[in-house]
């Protein structure tokens, strides 16, 4: 029950934290791609590989894992609106600009969290 509190309030704040980045990044560039997205994602990708890396290393409380987790991160980045941010390009006819935006940011992402997983368990004193 109280971990699940947890995720709620840190999704919640993650969700906020979402909003100004994009928000801010989008303003900022005015780029044809939306950059918010890529920024909120490929960040997320890298804190959320950085504290499983680092708690599987230090035996993190699970309590606070799953609120920095699954809550913040994972209320922080959002496939969903980079797929939105996809179909919306490919819509508008630009097919292959989308794919190399939806495909891009998957392996930007996958790259990034094992970037953050190898620096998080690289750290000083493990278990």
Avoid: K
């Avoid at 508008?92 to 998080?120: D, P, T």
């Amino acid at each position: 029950m109280i971990a699940g509190l947890w995720v709620a309030i840190g999704g919640g704040l993650g969700a906020v934290a979402r909003f100004g980045v994009d928000t801010a990044a989008n303003r900022r560039f005015h780029p044809a791609l939306p950059v918010g997205t890529p920024i909120v994602n490929v960040a997320g990708s890298v804190l959320l590989g950085l504290l499983a890396g680092w708690t599987a290393g230090h035996g993190l409380p699970s309590v606070l894992a799953e609120g920095l987790g699954p809550g913040f991160l994972g209320g922080f980045t959002t496939f969903s609106t980079a797929s939105v941010e996809a179909a919306l390009q490919a819509r508008e006819g630009h097919r292959v600009r989308a794919a190399a935006y939806a495909v891009g940011l998957a392996v930007a992402c996958v790259l990034a969290a094992g970037l953050g997983w190898c620096l998080g368990s690289a750290l000083p004193g493990q278990r």
